[in-house]
Structure formats: structure tokens, C-alpha cells
T-cell receptor, first 110, second 114 residues
């Protein structure tokens, strides 16, 4: 069964305390993996697309990496404004029908 | 306006009302989507339109009726909803539906059914 699993469900960090979020997937023929950030009551904001194992993308304090079975979102020296829910999603083979994980709720405290 | 816009942002309706949600994308995309986001659940795909043609109906009850008059506009018509339909309804667009294209989301409509 095609599915996406994110862990941990929730993560609390102190400002400056680096960590990683995990997204594991079981879909045949990966056509990309997407990371989004979602603030409460708002729509998801696109962050990254990764297409092949070994690929990495960076944006400010965030770096996304991809292997054949999972992706990591590394957060380096986070700030309180990085607090949000981070979602990952993969399209089913041949379609842009995205399967989303349940997300990781990140809280960064000063 | 830029990106994907949705109106209204908040909607409260009774179970016997009829209302419509509107989405407009300003990105020149050809595919548009409706998603439902309930508390503690992953986003659920409801409908997909590619070049104005519906290509996916993810077993959505008939009390939700989508309409896509052109590639830039998408509507979701609501009638005789149930309280469990209360959720954040999100619209998204992408270049097309053939896979691997990023989807860009609107801000959502927070729907409350009394």
C-alpha cells in the first residue's frame, strides 16, 4: 500500500538546538518528494522538491535530503519563527495525486 | 493578486444551507485540486481537474459538487452538509497532473457546519 509516514509527530526544541524530521515512504516509482510548511489556519507553503536519492536542497536553516526509502528535513539552529507543522508528500506513479504524511508539529522555544 | 486565492476565508453554515467556495490561481497552471484537512488527519484529496476536465473524484459524497469553468477558477458547491464536514478546505494548483509537479496551495476556507 502506498503510504507516507512522518516522525516524530511533535517536536519541541530550544532555540539553536538542531534536529531532524523524518519522512518515510512506500510508493513504487518515486516521481518526487515534496516538503511543505504549514502555519495554523493557513495553507501549506511549498519548501522543496527532491527527485532522486542523494539529492539535497537548502533554504536558510532548512536542508532536505532524500534516500531510496526516506527523506530528512534538517533544521540547523532553529528560531521561534520556524515553529510550524512540516508536511511531506509524494505523488502516486504517473499522477500528481499527492499522498501526504500526517506532519510533524515543530515548536521552537526561546 | 498572486499565487492561489480562496474566498471566503471563513464560512459558517447550517445543514440546510447551500454555499460555494471559490478558488482562483494566478500561476498559469493547468491543474487544480480540492483538499480537505480535518483536525489530526492528513490532507485528503477530494477532486482533481486537469485542463478543466475532472480526472479524479476521491469517493467524495455528492453533497460536495465541484465546478471548473476554466483553468484559473475552481468552485466547490456545498449543500446539506453534516457537522463532520467541518474542516479547512484547501485549493491547490500545479502545472499539470502527470506527476512530479509541485502543488501550490491557497490559504484555505475554514468551514463550520452547525
Amino acid at each position: 500500500e502506498d503510504q507516507v509516514t512522518q516522525s516524530p509527530e511533535a517536536l519541541r526544541l530550544q532555540e539553536g538546538e538542531s534536529s531532524s524530521l523524518n519522512c518515510s515512504y512506500t510508493v513504487s516509482g518515486l516521481r518526487g518528494l515534496f516538503w511543505y510548511r504549514q502555519d495554523p489556519g493557513k495553507g501549506p507553503e511549498f519548501l522543496f522538491t527532491l527527485y532522486s536519492a542523494g539529492e539535497e536542497k537548502e533554504k536558510e536553516r532548512l536542508k532536505a535530503t532524500l534516500t531510496k526509502k526516506e527523506s530528512f528535513l534538517h533544521i540547523t539552529a532553529p528560531k521561534p519563527e520556524d515553529s510550524a507543522t512540516y508536511l511531506c508528500a509524494v505523488p502516486l506513479w504517473g499522477y500528481n495525486k499527492l499522498i501526504f504524511g500526517a506532519g510533524t508539529r515543530l515548536a521552537v522555544h526561546p | 493578486e498572486t499565487g492561489v486565492t480562496q474566498t471566503p476565508r471563513h464560512l459558517v453554515m447550517g445543514m440546510t444551507n447551500k454555499k460555494s467556495l471559490k478558488c482562483e490561481q494566478h500561476l498559469g497552471h493547468n491543474a487544480m485540486y480540492w483538499y480537505k484537512q480535518s483536525a489530526k488527519k492528513p490532507l485528503e484529496l477530494m477532486f482533481v481537474y486537469n485542463f478543466k476536465e475532472q480526472t479524479e473524484n476521491n469517493s467524495v459524497p455528492s453533497r460536495f459538487s465541484p465546478e471548473c469553468p476554466n483553468s484559473s477558477h475552481l468552485f466547490l458547491h456545498l449543500h446539506t452538509l453534516q457537522p463532520e464536514d467541518s474542516a479547512l478546505y484547501l485549493c491547490a494548483s500545479s502545472q499539470e497532473t502527470s506527476g512530479g509537479y509541485e502543488q501550490f496551495f491557497g490559504p484555505g476556507t475554514r468551514l463550520t457546519v452547525l
